[in-house]
């Protein structure tokens, strides 16, 4: 079954970003002195092996499973960022008070004479972000390049340490008043419960036996299910950002039935099998693109995670195609609410 992909995708055949604002910022270490060297969120490419058989220290921060295993496959292991680095590289995300708060936190982690270095699609806001940058160092050096800025800053006697704290607090896990869960900058649908997954908790049955929350973010769905089904045997967690898995995890921790948390790739890697139930609301993005086929990878393995009798609940956006690949991997599917923009699909193995 052919997979639709509706824009450029951010990773090429070997796994390697192909951003323009990846590859220029790690073009721009590269010419730097710099000895010991950070990063946040840090993005699989051959530059980026560069830079580690030039420099003699090279720490990668990231949460994301696919991008995790990009870096091992190329022999680059993750871990949390330590001190003090002489550089800290940083690509802004989707969520502008999470990169604030990495920018806040990069200047807990620089030694004395230490540069924070950013590079930033024009598109996705890359003045703003320069601008930031020099209210809270008190200055800001940058250059255009590929459709993007890069910048840079370090701290000064005119450095903002009470904003720095501001940042810091706002982009930390929290409990959110719209929802009453903990949630933080950079997942989705953290400030308030998205539409698509209120009309699924609106539709979906008392669920009973062993289920998985597919792709399950803070915990939003898990829990609702668990506060409204008490027939429930086993719940899996899969969620591909490190961030959201510890936010449900806390969110889940006053349920007493077993719960297995995973940080998983779902398209690539083993997802639990002989469920009774699966219900996801399956991402169609890779960072700031837009890619249809992350979504139908996703449907196409909650399916296989089935046993026969198996039933998969599915919300998405009414334009996305994801009908077919039901039709071809189970017995019946049906279109059981379409809403506000979205739909609720339920298919049966």
């Not at 940083?90 to 950013?118: C, R, Y």
């Amino acid at each position: 079954m052919s997979l639709i992909t509706d824009s450029p995708l951010t990773t090429d055949a070997d796994g390697f970003s192909n951003s323009p604002d990846v590859k220029l910022l790690y073009q721009t270490a590269l010419a730097s002195s710099a000895e010991h060297v950070a990063m946040y969120q840090a993005k699989a490419h051959p530059l980026l092996l560069e830079l580690k058989r030039k420099v003699a220290t090279l720490h990668l921060q990231q949460s994301f499973k696919p991008d995790i295993d990009e870096l091992h496959h190329i022999g680059l292991n993750t871990a949390p960022l330590q001190s003090s680095y002489d550089l800290i590289l940083l690509i802004p995300s989707k969520d502008k008070i999470q990169t604030l708060g990495w920018m806040a936190d990069a200047f807990l982690h620089l030694n004395e004479q230490g540069k924070l270095l950013v590079a930033c699609e024009n598109q996705y806001g890359a003045k703003s972000y320069e601008n930031a940058l020099k209210k809270l160092a008190g200055h800001a050096y940058g250059f255009s390049k590929a459709k993007c800025r890069c910048f840079s800053a370090k701290r000064s006697q005119t450095f903002d340490s009470q904003l720095q704290r501001e940042w810091l607090a706002k982009a930390k896990p929290q409990v959110v008043d719209s929802h009453g869960l903990w949630a933080q900058p950079g997942l989705f649908s953290w400030k308030s419960a998205d539409v698509g997954s209120l009309l699924l908790l609106e539709h979906l049955p008392k669920l009973q036996g062993k289920g998985m929350d597919l792709c399950a973010g803070y915990g939003l769905l898990s829990a609702e299910i668990l506060n409204t089904a008490n027939q429930i045997t086993h719940l899996h967690v899969v969620e591909a950002d490190a961030d959201g898995l510890i936010c449900a995890q806390k969110n889940l921790a006053c349920f007493s039935l077993p719960i297995d948390y995973h940080h998983l790739d779902a398209i690539e890697e083993k997802l639990p099998k002989h469920l009774d139930w699966v219900v996801c609301n399956p991402p169609f993005h890779r960072g700031q693109a837009r890619d249809v086929s992350i979504g139908q990878r996703i449907v196409e393995r909650a399916c296989d995670s089935l046993v026969v009798g198996g039933v998969v609940y599915i919300v998405a956006n009414r334009q996305l195609p994801y009908e077919n690949i039901l039709k071809a991997k189970l017995a019946a599917v049906e279109v059981i609410a379409a809403d506000l923009g979205f739909k609720i699909i339920r298919g049966i193995k």
